[in-house]
């Protein structure tokens, strides 16, 4: 089992940046291929990002690219969301999620979920 914590949400102007964090535990992180997913109010939870466990490879959303990065740090068991340029868009919960597949773009690739964290972005 994967226990997913995430932290770091708020409430930001466009334009802003935050830092989403997710802790994991249980299961040997570094064994694990971690990705964002996001649920905007009355929208289906959508693919954001994902980063093997080798940090080899990595996928975005487009409505992100160039925007947000994922980043993780095997030595302390998390990954992390840096998302910059916020626009009100990406107003949405953000969900940490983890994998033992390699580069997985789809919630039903995912086992394991966190709770989510509100990132909320007014224009």
């Known amino acids: 089992q994967v226990q997913l914590v995430e932290s770091g949400g708020g409430s930001v102007q466009a334009g802003d940046s935050l830092r989403l964090s997710c802790a994991a535990s249980?299961?040997?992180?570094?064994?694990?291929?971690m990705g964002w997913f996001r649920r905007a109010p009355g929208k289906e939870r959508e693919f954001v990002a994902t980063?093997?466990?080798?940090?080899?490879?990595?996928r975005y959303a487009d409505s992100v690219k160039g925007r947000f990065t994922i980043s993780r740090d095997n030595a302390k068991n998390t990954v992390y969301l840096q998302m910059n340029s916020l626009k009100p868009e990406d107003t949405a919960v953000y969900y940490c999620?983890?994998?033992?597949?390699?580069?997985?773009?789809?919630?039903?690739?995912?086992?394991?979920w966190g709770q989510g964290t509100q990132v909320t972005v007014s224009s």
């Open positions: 249980g299961r040997t992180f570094n064994t694990l291929s």
């Open positions: 999620a983890a994998t033992g597949i390699a580069v997985a773009t789809t919630e039903n690739t995912y086992p394991y």
């Open positions: 980063l093997s466990w080798n940090r080899i490879a990595t």
